[in-house]
């Protein structure tokens, strides 16, 4: 009789302890399930943003090729309105020495 009740005993002791313990786990993989499940939101988001930064940043390098296409236009636009000047200023020059010329004739036959 002892040894039923001990063996009844022991056996319900092990059933309670893997009882707890069941639901100790269980509340642990909840837990852990539950962290998962944010960190994956957390990386859902982050692959957001980065995606929106990616945008951003080609936008930006597509407006900075634009500015530089412009600014390279700009500056041979530089280079020729240089040259005319420079063309124009030879013929000045050349202009206001044959009218000094000319002056010089006309002050002579006077």
């Known amino acids: 009789m002892f040894l039923q009740w001990s063996l009844l005993t022991i056996i319900s002791l092990i059933a309670i302890f893997l009882f707890v313990k069941m639901f100790y786990f269980k509340s642990i993989t909840q837990k852990e399930q539950r ?3 944010m960190m994956k939101l957390t990386l859902q988001e982050a ?3 980065i995606r929106k930064y990616q945008v951003q940043l080609q936008r930006a390098l597509g407006n900075v090729d634009i500015l530089t296409e412009e600014l390279n236009k700009l500056r ?7 040259a005319r000047n420079s063309k124009h200023r030879i013929e000045s020059d050349r202009l206001h020495t044959k009218i000094k ?4 004739r006309i002050d002579a036959l006077l």
């Open 35 to 37: 962290s998962n499940e």
């Open 47 to 49: 692959e957001i943003l």
């Open 76 to 82: 041979n636009e530089i280079k020729t309105l240089k």
């Open 101 to 104: 010329d000319l002056e010089g």
